[in-house]
């Protein structure tokens, strides 16, 4: 039998422990990060969550050994790919993923990277004086010439297409555009939670528009409960104030005299008066009507 180091019998006992002691895990990508931005993100989110980076094989290893404590982890192995590293937490997914989310920021091409989206230059002034920059900006594809003593952009165009590699050449002058076209942050390949497994395609929402949804669903509901007279705690009162409505609005029609409706009825004596007053030719002192 191959001997293995006694390190890495430690390091799956600790990823075992991490994963078996919360509620929420996840694998994340932290590939092609440098080292301070990753270590800025993990400061980020040190409250909420523990990020544990460690090689592929042991995190498949601890899933494994975690498997017979919390059922259906394993299924989380299938997301352990690239530079891999485990994220335990007792956030909920959906919160999770918007904290890893957040972690994401555009930063300057080196060279070499493949493009994640279209990499686009827009027509328009730059910031530069005309000179030998106008060819250097044509080399690399960009339609540059000079305008009113200024350099500009012509057209719009698509340098990268997504997919492609970004030249160093290019990364160089987009870099000069003040252009950062490389995405970096965490990305979340996958989270377990009671059995079930999220991926980004589930758990990206627009909460602005989903909680516009709920509103709006509540206030449908509120309404249809309201209109068949469905009595629940969150009906009860405005049914109770809509049927006091009506009462009083009937009472005052058939002239019911109440505590409630006296004061009603009586403005509608007055009015009533007021109106039949106002038909009314006013008499002479003697009795007779005064002529018209």
Not at 92 to 103: C, S, W
Not at 242 to 263: F, Q
Request: glycine share 8%.
């Amino acid at each position: 039998m191959a001997h293995v180091a006694s390190w890495k019998h430690g390091e799956v006992s600790e990823i075992t422990s991490l994963v078996t002691h919360h509620k929420i895990i996840g694998i994340l990508d932290i590939g092609g990060i440098p080292a301070p931005q990753l270590q800025q993100m993990r400061g980020g989110i040190r409250a909420k969550a523990q990020i544990r980076a460690s090689k592929n094989t042991l995190i498949l290893k601890a899933l494994d050994e975690a498997e017979s404590q919390v059922k259906g982890i394993g299924a989380l192995k299938d997301e352990v790919h690239g530079q891999a590293a485990i994220i335990a937490t007792d956030m909920n997914p959906f919160a999770l993923y918007r904290e890893i989310k957040a972690t994401r920021k555009m930063a300057p091409a080196k060279g070499g990277e493949i493009a994640s989206h279209d990499i686009e230059v827009l027509a328009g002034d730059t910031p530069f004086k005309p000179g030998p920059i106008v060819g250097e900006l044509q080399k690399v594809g960009i339609p540059a010439a000079i305008s009113e003593g200024k350099v500009v952009i012509k057209s719009d165009k698509v340098l990268v297409e997504a997919g492609q590699k970004i030249s160093r050449e290019l990364a160089q002058m987009l870099s000069r555009l003040d252009i950062f076209p490389i995405e970096l942050g965490l990305k979340l390949n996958a989270v377990y939670e009671l059995g079930d497994i999220y991926r980004p395609d589930v758990l990206d929402i627009d909460m602005d528009r989903f909680m516009g949804q709920l509103r709006t669903a509540s206030f449908t509901a509120l309404g249809l409960a309201m209109e068949t007279g469905w009595a629940n705690p969150q009906t009860i009162r405005p049914l109770l104030a809509k049927a006091y409505l009506s009462a009083h609005t009937l009472a005052v029609e058939k002239n019911i005299y109440t505590k409630d409706t006296m004061k009603t009825l009586l403005a509608k004596a007055q009015r009533s008066m007021l109106s039949v007053s106002s038909q009314v030719k006013p008499v002479s002192k003697e009795g007779e009507k005064t002529p018209t």
